[in-house]
């Protein structure tokens, strides 16, 4: 059993990044180097931490081995081109490990303005993600509700 968690600032580095302990607390392992890595989440296979990261300016969801050893890199399944993550969680997984849901801003290049829209994707896979729109009703408080 382990826990993953946001670490500011450890040894002066500036940097969120992203660690995995024991459940107790006990053998601390630093997952992502340099990265600005919040709100992390466990695959529930075990393979993977996804967590929020920050490129280009944007917010997106980025994964990393849950055994270390791996480069952080965007998760490809959450990608939704031309937008950005609109809520301050990030992300959500499903208990059965097979989806993904992120609440994203895409914006239109012509009135620039964004619309929210809710994006499932399957985990793993290659296929874009679906895209239902969405109303402020049904977000609150930067997290999926």
Same mark, same amino acid.
């Given at each position: 059993?382990? !826990?993953?968690?946001?670490?500011?600032?450890?040894?002066?580095?500036?940097?969120?990044?992203?660690?995995?302990?024991?459940? *107790? +607390?006990?053998?601390? &392992?630093? @997952?992502?180097?340099?990265?600005?890595?919040?709100?992390?989440?466990?695959?529930? *296979?075990?393979?993977?931490?996804?967590?929020?990261? !920050?490129?280009? =300016?944007?917010?997106?969801?980025?994964? &990393?081995?849950?055994?270390?050893?791996?480069?952080?890199?965007?998760?490809?399944?959450?990608?939704?081109?031309?937008?950005?993550?609109?809520?301050? +969680?990030?992300? %959500?997984?499903?208990? *059965? =490990?097979?989806?993904?849901?992120?609440? &994203?801003?895409?914006?239109?290049? %012509?009135?620039? !303005?964004?619309?929210?829209? @809710?994006?499932?994707? %399957?985990?793993?896979?290659?296929?874009?993600?679906? @895209?239902?729109?969405?109303?402020?009703?049904?977000?609150?408080?930067?997290? @999926? &509700?």
């Amino acid at each position: 059993r382990s !826990i993953v968690f946001s670490w500011y600032n450890h040894a002066g580095s500036k940097a969120m990044n992203i660690w995995r302990a024991g459940a *107790d +607390g006990s053998n601390p &392992v630093q @997952l992502t180097h340099g990265t600005q890595g919040l709100w992390p989440a466990c695959s529930p *296979d075990g393979k993977w931490v996804y967590f929020t990261g !920050i490129e280009g =300016g944007n917010a997106v969801v980025e994964k &990393v081995p849950f055994g270390g050893g791996g480069e952080a890199k965007p998760a490809p399944e959450a990608v939704v081109p031309d937008s950005f993550l609109a809520s301050s +969680g990030g992300f %959500a997984i499903s208990p *059965d =490990g097979k989806q993904i849901a992120t609440v &994203v801003s895409i914006l239109d290049p %012509a009135t620039k !303005i964004g619309a929210m829209k @809710l994006a499932l994707a %399957a985990l793993g896979s290659k296929q874009p993600p679906h @895209l239902i729109p969405m109303n402020q009703g049904f977000f609150s408080q930067g997290h @999926l &509700v």
